[in-house]
C-alpha cells in the first residue's frame, strides 16, 4: 500500500516517469535534420556580407576549377598531338637507321670470318707442282 500512496502523492520510489520509448521519439526528432541543414542553420549567425562574399568566393573558385580544367584538357590534347606528329617519326626513321647500321656490321663481320678462313685456306694449300715459281 505504501507504494501506491507515494505514487499517488508524486514522491517516493514509485513516482511515475514518461516511458522509455517516448523519451526515444524526442530525440529521434532533434536527430531527423542532417548535416546540410544544420550548416544552413548556422550560417545564420554571420551577417549578410560575410554570407555573401563567402558565397561569391566559392562561386569564383569552382569557375575558376572548371576553366583550369578544359585549360588543361585543351593543352594536353595539343602537346600529345604535336608530338605524336612531330617527334615520333623522328624517333622511327632514327630507329630504323641504327637497325640498318647494325644489319651491315654484322654482314661486315660474317664477310670478315668468311675471308679471314678462305686466307687460311689458300695458305695452307699446297700448290700444284711444288714449291716452284713460275717466270713469264
Same mark, same amino acid.
Given at each position: 500500500h505504501a507504494r501506491n500512496r507515494g505514487a499517488i502523492s508524486g514522491c517516493g520510489p514509485g513516482v511515475s516517469s514518461?516511458?522509455?520509448?517516448e523519451i526515444d521519439d524526442d530525440e529521434? $526528432?532533434? +536527430?531527423?535534420?542532417?548535416?546540410?541543414?544544420?550548416?544552413?542553420g548556422l550560417t545564420e549567425?554571420?551577417?549578410d %556580407?560575410? *554570407?555573401t562574399a563567402a558565397e561569391v568566393s566559392a562561386q569564383c573558385s569552382v569557375s575558376l576549377a572548371k576553366k583550369l580544367y578544359s585549360f588543361s584538357r585543351a593543352a594536353l590534347w595539343v602537346g600529345t598531338t604535336s608530338f605524336m606528329i612531330l617527334v615520333l617519326p623522328v624517333v622511327f626513321e632514327t $630507329?630504323? +637507321?641504327?637497325?640498318?647500321?647494325?644489319q651491315l656490321q654484322q654482314q661486315r663481320?660474317?664477310?670478315?670470318?668468311? %675471308?679471314? *678462313?678462305?686466307?687460311?685456306?689458300?695458305?695452307?694449300?699446297p700448290r700444284p707442282g711444288g714449291?716452284?715459281?713460275?717466270?713469264?
Open positions: 514518461p516511458p522509455e520509448n529521434d $526528432e532533434d +536527430l531527423d535534420e542532417t548535416l546540410t541543414e544544420r550548416l544552413w549567425m554571420f551577417p %556580407t560575410v *554570407r $630507329e630504323r +637507321l641504327q637497325l640498318e647500321q647494325q663481320q660474317v664477310r670478315l670470318k668468311n %675471308t679471314g *678462313r678462305t686466307c687460311k685456306l689458300h695458305t695452307e694449300r714449291n716452284r715459281t713460275r717466270t713469264f
